[in-house]
């Protein structure tokens, strides 16, 4: 089973940048960000494959970025231009054998989920 560890998070104020990490024991066929706000169902955030195909939520596209460091075993959210709309709680997931061998942001793809990171942003 792999395991996920998130860290990185803290308070920002809006219009800062913060970078999340995910250090992982084992690398999956897809790996994403989730995030969830309270009292907000989790919504996929960026994913991205084995063949570095990457992919974003709408809401982050342009001021995201998820990239991936296999040497360091980590999964990294660069997060710039925030906004108080992106305070969560954000989580890393993991999948190796995804349904159709597609990478998705839908949470019923993932199987393997980290604690969290928590991220606020002031306005």
């Known amino acids: 089973q792999v395991q996920l560890e998130e860290s990185g998070g803290g308070s920002v104020q809006a219009g800062g940048s913060l970078r999340l990490s995910c250090r992982y024991s084992?690398?999956?066929?897809?790996m994403a960000w989730f995030r969830q706000a309270p009292g907000k169902e989790r919504e996929g955030v960026a994913r991205?494959?084995?063949?570095?195909?990457?992919g974003y939520a709408n809401s982050v596209k342009g001021r995201f970025t998820i990239s991936n460091d296999n040497a360091q075993n980590t999964l990294y959210l660069q997060m710039s231009s925030v906004k108080p709309g992106d305070t969560a709680m954000y989580y890393c997931a993991a999948e190796e054998n995804p349904y159709g061998g597609t990478c998705t942001l839908s949470i019923r793809s993932y199987t393997t989920w980290g604690q969290g990171t928590q991220v606020t942003v002031s306005s």
């Open positions: 991205m494959d084995r063949h570095e195909r990457i």
């Open positions: 084992s690398s999956s066929y897809c």
